[in-house]
């Protein structure tokens, strides 16, 4: 059995409907009203806008605590809908995890929706990582930052290439 097609495409009424939300999500916010903000903000994402999926993505990520599974859930339902910064924000997540195939996969979803940094990162992967690591060396961390650095340097990153290289001992 063929699957129906599937369109990203909002009604109008929808549409006017989730903006109406979403306007009275930061009016809410703005009084300082976060649980009303946070529904009025799910009404308008429930509804399909990529806007207000982005935005609780964002909410959730950024709670206290962190609500990661709800987040990347709207980021990815926003990422489908064309949001590439929601693909961006969710290659971001998995970098720091680390999950390289999960990273490079999301980075390739932002490039496609034309998110210009993700051709750039491709070419040189691991930017927040990367700082990750040289903080372990700071903090003494140092099998903890080697790991680090090996697998990024497993996946193409040339500034932990080269960071492992003046990490190891010199034969002079």
């Not at 599937?6 to 930061?26: F, G, I, K, Q």
């Not at 509804?47 to 709670?63: E, K």
């Not at 924000?89 to 490039?111: C, D, G, K, M, T």
Request: glycine share 6%; with cysteine.
């Amino acid at each position: 059995m063929k699957a129906a097609n599937v369109t990203n495409e909002m009604s109008e009424w929808d549409d006017a409907l989730a903006r109406r939300l979403y306007r009275e999500h930061e009016i809410l916010e703005a009084e300082g009203d976060p649980s009303g903000s946070l529904a009025k903000l799910e009404e308008a994402a429930a509804l399909g806008a990529d806007y207000a999926l982005h935005d609780l993505g964002y909410t959730y990520y950024n709670a206290k605590p962190p609500k990661v599974r709800k987040a990347l859930a709207a980021y990815g339902k926003a990422a489908r809908k064309g949001e590439g910064a929601s693909a961006w924000n969710i290659a971001r997540h998995f970098e720091l995890q680390p999950s390289p195939v999960r990273y490079f996969f999301w980075l390739r979803v932002a490039l496609r929706l034309d998110v210009e940094a993700a051709e750039e990162e491709l070419a040189n992967p691991f930017p927040f990582l990367f700082l990750k690591s040289l903080d372990c060396l700071k903090d003494g961390k140092v099998d903890q930052a080697l790991r680090t650095l090996k697998l990024m340097t497993l996946h193409g990153s040339k500034e932990a290439e080269a960071a492992l290289q003046s990490l190891r001992p010199s034969s002079h």
